[in-house]
């Protein structure tokens, strides 16, 4: 079947098959929060983008196989409720952005910043460091070699804008720079972004409204 990211609470995984890489997309709730596990075709080994919440749900997605690491997002509570169960459950190695990680109150094994590498089998991938919506948030980039890149941008970058900055127009203006430079300036068009919430969209769908985002302040 076609992936779509198309997923709801209580709702079965979307998977999206790549050469070397499997990742599939779940929502959790109680804020439909997206996890995703990305799974090494070559060696079966597991990472899981943010332990959001429903643990349970999340170990099953797992499986038997295990999960070797559990990379958190950003600080937000929503992004990391059940990431005590299931780093307790699999042992997992915990990552997260260095400016955040003292505001996760599960303890982080690897303090990430920007251009470290996160391996998951022989899969590699890369984390930028972009700042506003937390000071420390992080969103890693697979460059299929097969094909064209995926991120994963946590609460920084949706369908439509960047993340909640509250309002703070210095936070705003980082966060959109950030995003611009170390997303938007280094990728091509049909990188596909996988988003901590709902849909997911592509880089090209988006490039086109960054002016607007900007001159709206939002």
């Known amino acids: 079947m076609t992936y779509t990211g198309a997923v709801t609470v209580g709702g079965p995984a979307d998977v ?118 937390t000071p420390g948030s992080i969103a890693l980039v697979y460059d299929d070699p097969h094909g064209h890149p995926h991120v994963f941008t946590g609460d920084c970058l949706f369908p439509g804008g960047v993340g909640n900055t509250h309002q703070d127009p210095e936070a705003f203006t980082r966060l959109l720079t950030d995003v611009e430079t170390k997303l938007f300036g280094r990728l091509p068009d049909e990188t596909w972004v996988y988003p901590g919430h709902g849909a997911d969209t592509t880089l090209g769908a988006e490039r086109p409204h960054l002016a607007e985002w900007r001159a709206r302040g939002w």
């Open 16 to 133: 999206h098959e790549l050469t070397d890489l499997m990742i599939s997309k779940v929502a959790v709730g109680p804020m439909d929060n997206n996890a995703y596990l990305l799974r090494c075709r070559a060696t079966g080994a597991q990472l899981l983008v943010d332990a959001a919440a429903e643990p349970q749900t999340l170990l099953s997605l797992i499986g038997e196989d295990g999960v070797e690491s559990v990379v958190t997002t950003h600080r937000h509570g929503d992004h990391w409720s059940a990431l005590a169960e299931v780093a307790g459950s699999t042992g997992a190695r915990t990552y997260a952005g260095k400016e955040d990680a003292e505001g996760i109150p599960v303890p982080t094994d690897v303090l990430v910043e920007d251009g470290d590498v996160i391996t998951v089998g022989e899969v590699e991938l890369t984390a930028r460091h972009l700042v506003g919506h």
